[in-house]
Nanobody, 126 residues
Framework: QVQLVESGGGLVQPGGSLRLSCTASAPTFSTVTMAWFRQAPQSGKEREFVATITGVSSLPFYAHSVKGRFTISRDNAKNTAYLEMNSLKPEDTAVYYC?????????????????WGRGTQVTVSS
């Protein structure tokens, strides 16, 4: 069982930055693929993929909508994954969820992840 705890959300103006953290209670954290998804509850949209970073090789992959603005990283010594978000836009407003899994394919799909955090709210507004 892997437990995930997110932190770092908040209110930020358009063009601003935030860094989200996700700490995992996984004894073999370095082998776990970590990801971020987001969902805007009032938009009617499903939870969507934002970014992922693989275990062992730490390869990052991004959704097209955030590529060049967001950076995913991990610190295996701290069992923590990060999402650095820059040049934030109002459309980035959502609850951001951390996810963890052991799959190697289909990492943009929610089905690839077995464990989820409770989410942290990010609001981009002036």
């Amino acid at each position: 069982q892997v437990q995930l705890v997110e932190s770092g959300g908040g209110l930020v103006q358009p063009g601003g930055s935030l860094r989200l953290s996700c700490t995992a209670s996984a004894p073999t954290f370095s082998t776990v693929t970590m990801a971020w998804f987001r969902q805007a509850p009032q938009s009617g949209k499903e939870r969507e993929f934002v970014a992922t970073i693989t275990g062992v090789s730490s390869l990052p992959f991004y959704a097209h909508s955030v590529k060049g603005r967001f950076t995913i990283s991990r610190d295996n010594a701290k069992n923590t994954a990060y999402l650095e978000m820059n040049s934030l836009k109002p459309e980035d407003t959502a609850v951001y969820y951390c996810a963890a899994g052991f799959q190697r394919n289909g990492l943009g799909s929610r089905d690839a992840y077995d464990y989820w955090g409770r989410g942290t709210q990010v609001t981009v507004s002036s």
